[in-house]
């Protein structure tokens, strides 16, 4: 019998690693802080990049390669069709700098190659938009530019009430 996690549970196993490293650079910026607080260059933070950012940017690598064989594209990847947080079809319908956006929205992001549904959680004021992923842990929140978002499939076209009429 075959042993090996599901593409699922190796992404939830990866969430869990993440938050774990997450929480443990935390930790050392905890137990360093009087090192931080001196403005004059202690060199502990670029320390603390150096022993973790790689690691970092390898897990996203890993996270990646994971979602990218996850895609509904790719049959028997192990992904339920019904799980939340599956790839999605773009939409086609870019979200421009002067699309009006609200808390709470629903849009597709890109990300690793694929979309994704998620929601608008906060809009910075620099344009960027804070969203998260519909079905994972809020660990893989982010700040994207507006470029890797668009309207989901089921969003009124500008301008339209939603109601056929236009």
Known sequence: MDQSPSITEAVQILGRYHRAVVTRIAEEIVENQEDFEDWSYSGKAEELIDR????????????????????????????????????????????????????????????????????????????????????????????????RLQHTAEAPEAGDSGDGVG
């Not at 809009?123 to 470029?147: A, K, N």
């Open 52 to 147: 973790h950012g790689l690691h970092l940017q390898n897990i996203a690598r890993v996270y990646c390669d994971l979602m990218s064989l996850a895609s509904p594209n790719i049959a028997g990847c192990g992904l339920p069709a019904n799980f939340p947080g599956a790839p999605v079809p773009p939409s086609g319908r870019a979200i421009g700098r002067d699309t009006i956006l609200e808390v709470g929205s629903s849009v597709l992001a890109e990300q690793c190659g694929a979309w994704w549904r998620a929601s608008v959680l906060a809009l910075e004021d620099d344009g960027t938009v804070r969203i998260h992923y519909e079905g994972w842990d809020d660990s893989w929140d982010e700040t994207v530019p507006r470029r």
